[in-house]
Each structure stands twice: as C-alpha cells, then as structure tokens.
C-alpha cells in the first residue's frame, strides 16, 4: 500500500480521513444529490433482496422505491440552499454589520476610539449644512473625479485639478472651443460622436435639454495610459431655472493609479495652501508699510488715465484695488478658488472690473493685443513656465505696452521680511490677537523658500524678460526688504 492510500484512510492512518476527504469533495448541490442517492439505492437493494420476498416482487419493489426515492430527492433538491457549481466566494474574516446587528456594529466602531473627534458627543445643529457648508461647497467639485464645464452653448469654459492632471496636453487645444475639440481627441471619439448626434436629435425633438448624460469616455494619456472614465454631465442651472451651463464629471474607470495618486495628492495639497493662505494674507499683509509701498512701485509704470490693465495672478485684490483707485480698467487673472472667493468679498466697482479665472500657463485663451499695461506682483517665481508666460503677456499687449512685476530669485532670503512683519505687529499690539494668521504667514513663506522661491537668479529673470521681447527701463534688483527683484518693462517693436 502506497504512502499517499495510508494517508487517505488505508492501513494504519486516520480511519476518518477517507470519509473526510469525500465529504470534503461534496462541494456542489449536484455532487450531494448523488451521493444521498447513491447511498440510499445502496441500503434498499440489499434489504429488498436479503429478505423472503417473492422475486417479482422484489423487482416490483425495487423499481418502485427508485421511483419514489428520486421524486424525494428532486425535492430536496428544489427546496433546499445548497450551492451551485460556481466558484464559491472567500470567507469573510469579520461579520457584516447591517442596521439591525446594533451589538455588532458597536463591536466595530469601538475600535475606533482613537479617532479624531470620535469621543465627541455632541451633534452637529441641523441648520449646520446651510449656514457653514453652503458657502463652501463650491470648493467640492474642484478636489473632485475629474471635471470639466461647459457654457450653454457647450464650449469649454474652465476644469478642475484632476481634469488638468490628466488632460494636461489637450487643455490650450480645447479652452473656449466647443466640446467637439475636446470629443474630436479621444481614444473612442466614434461611438462619442455617434452619442453626440443621438443627443442632439433628442434635444431637437423635444425642444428641451435633458437634466442628465452619461456615456463612456475613453482617452489615451501620455503619462497614465488608457484612461477609462464614465461620463455624467450635469446641467446648471440659476436660481431662476436657466440652463448656464453643464458641470461635466468624468468617473474614472481605469487609470494608472501609482501615477496619478502622487501627481493628484501634491496639486491638490499646493492649491489648498494657496487657499488657506488667501484667509490670512490680508489680514497680515495689509497692516504691514512695506508691502502698500511694493504695490505702488510695481504699479508706477503704468502712465495715468483710464487704461486697460491686467493684473496676472491678482491673489487677493490688494493689486487690483490700487489699479481701479487710479482710474483704470481692470482685468484680475487668478486661478486659485481661495484668493477669488477673497476677491469677490471685496464687491469692487463691476464696471471696470472684469475677473478671468485661469492659470498662468493657460493665457492662450487671452486674445493678442488686448491690454494696454500688464502688472505682476510677486508670482512669476510660482509660475512653472515663466517664459512661456512672459511671451504671451508680450502678446497680449499692445505696441508699446508696459510691463511692471517683481518677483523674488536666487539670492532671496525672507529672514529680514519676516522678521520686520512679527515687529510691525507688536509694534500695533496686534501680534497676539493675528497670531492665527501670522503663523500661517510664517509658515507658508517658509515653505516657499524651501520650494520654489529661489528657482532663477536675477540674471535668469531679466534675460526672460528681454528673451520675450521687452526692453527694460527699470531696474530695482533688491526692495521689500531685500526680498525680491523689482522690473519695469516695455513692450519692443
């Protein structure tokens, strides 16, 4: 007798184990059926036939017990759970909890008593949602999936952190176009086309727009791969019921997380910053002479009257409010949500304000020659394409336009800046009372000067200048506090 027959239930092995290994094969209702069967007709013939039965009536018998025997079984079968023939789920290692197993879902969250905020009893009022998150949540959809926006006539109109990760290449292409720009660059543009023509028979048969569309989206991306995502286009809709537009959300489907997870975390965490900032720049910076001073220097080259100006990467406003004070119009350019909600608190004059949210990157959409002065305080060291930026406010301007900015360098060190801004508030005895936002100034600056602060020498930032066609007329190498470069510039040709 081979090894493997002991082991399995033969000689001197576990008498037990053959059995078990057969039950254990009774994994299917089919398998079970049989084996019951078999094991009865096993039983019935050998009591039928060692017994003092008549032979024919033992056949009889026989016949007759199989007969009713597999209607019982049939039964059986029919009436009771067994499983199937598909491949059985894995265990699950902890019960499922459902509204009704209260001693098990205490179980559960028990072990979360370390949680943040977890011990607190206290529940939140009812009108919370109205009073706090409202205002707020216009922030969701930009942290959100994937998202795009289109007007009422569906041109591509702005798009969120997640959708710029993605379709980064695409968005200089598309920006202002109508969606057919954007439908035309996909990987599945057939069958999306095809749903387009189907929705606009729909909408001309109805005369109506539909609340809701949703399709698959598929696009092939140079750093994620075949990115699959399903489309739900949602309209927007004013107060009073009118369409404005159409928030367009792409679900992603398939992407290559390890890429886009890293890319998604650090934008997202940068563009919150900005925000958070936003809250606290004001209120810190507006109390502080230096900075009033850097304002009114960088603005000085634009001669006086009623001009069209833009102000590129406006933050807050403080810029903005010294260019309406002279008299000029304004066009602010910015594309963090925080430094525009702080913007429009503000509820300057909308006559000769017009507001663009967009990235400096992004200035294609910006037609030639439009503005007479362009004013940039402190951004270029943020901007990622500096170059890029400077030869499309070339562009923007027109024969003879002036350039104003200052922006730090190499050589910046904020240890005098900061310093002179903590002293100014004790100065006001309101160090205490900003002392919220001061750290956040504080720590926000600092975290710049580790990053991108100091990404170009001086040097580096005069030969863009020219590079990109200006001449320059001033030159201030180092002012607020030494902390930055100042530049006057002018258009050339």
Excluded at 17 to 22: C, E, F, K, L, R
Excluded at 174 to 200: C, P, S, Y
Excluded at 342 to 367: S, T
Aim: proline share 4%; charged share 25%; glycine share 6%.
């Amino acid at each position: 007798m081979s090894a493997e027959a002991i082991e399995s239930g033969g000689g001197g092995g576990d008498r037990h184990t053959g059995w078990t290994a057969i039950m254990g094969a009774v994994n299917t209702r089919f398998a079970y059926v049989a084996l019951v069967t078999l094991v009865l007709e096993t039983a019935l013939v050998l009591g039928v036939f060692l017994s003092g039965i008549p032979d024919g009536l033992k056949y009889i018998i026989t016949i007759g017990s199989f007969g009713l025997l597999g209607l019982m079984v049939f039964k059986v079968m029919g009436n009771q759970p067994f499983s199937d023939d598909r491949p059985k789920e894995p265990e699950l290692t902890r019960p499922i909890a459902s509204p009704s197993d209260s001693e098990v879902v205490e179980l559960i969250a028990n072990q979360g008593q370390e949680v943040l905020f977890v011990n607190e009893k206290k529940r939140p009022k009812l009108d919370l949602w109205y009073d706090q998150m409202r205002p707020v949540l216009h922030q969701a959809a930009h942290y959100s999936v994937p998202m795009y926006y289109l007007d009422a006539r569906l041109n591509v109109i702005d798009w969120n952190i997640a959708f710029e990760i993605v379709f980064g290449d695409l968005l200089q292409a598309i920006r202002g176009k109508h969606v057919v720009e954007f439908i035309a660059r996909l990987a599945n543009h057939d069958e999306v086309f095809a749903h387009a023509r189907q929705f606009t028979q729909d909408v001309n048969d109805k005369q109506a727009f539909p609340y809701v569309d949703l399709e698959p989206i598929d696009y092939q991306s140079g750093e994620f791969g075949l990115v699959r995502s399903l489309k739900v286009a949602t309209q927007l809709n004013d107060i009073d019921g009118t369409a404005r537009g159409w928030a367009v959300a792409l679900w992603p489907r398939q992407i290559d997380w390890e890429a886009f997870r890293p890319k998604l975390h650090e934008q997202i965490n940068a563009d919150k910053m900005w925000s958070i900032y936003s809250a606290s720049y004001d209120r810190v910076l507006l109390k502080f002479p230096p900075y009033k001073t850097l304002i009114e220097d960088v603005i000085a080259v634009v001669p006086q009257g009623s001009l069209s100006v833009v102000d590129l990467g406006c933050g807050t406003g403080n810029v903005t409010r010294a260019l309406l004070d002279r008299g000029h119009r304004v066009t602010a350019i910015e594309n963090n949500l925080g430094m525009l909600d702080q913007l429009a608190e503000k509820n300057f004059d909308g006559k000769k304000l017009k507001v663009i949210k967009c990235a400096m990157q992004h200035l294609d959409c910006i037609p030639d020659n439009t503005f007479d002065a362009a004013v940039m305080v402190n951004v270029l060291y943020a901007v990622d394409q500096p170059l890029k930026c400077l030869h499309d406010i070339h562009r923007m301007l027109r024969t003879g336009g002036i350039l104003g900015l200052s922006t730090t360098h190499r050589e910046t060190s904020l240890d005098t800046l900061l310093k002179r801004i903590e002293d100014e508030l004790k100065a006001a005895n309101e160090l205490s009372a900003l002392a919220h936002d001061w750290n956040a100034v504080y720590t926000v600056n600092r975290t710049l000067e580790s990053t991108v602060l100091r990404r170009y020498t001086r040097d580096d930032i005069k030969d863009m200048v020219q590079t990109a066609g200006f001449d320059i007329i001033r030159e201030n190498s180092s002012t607020y506090c030494d902390a930055v470069m100042l530049l006057h510039a002018k258009k050339r040709g």
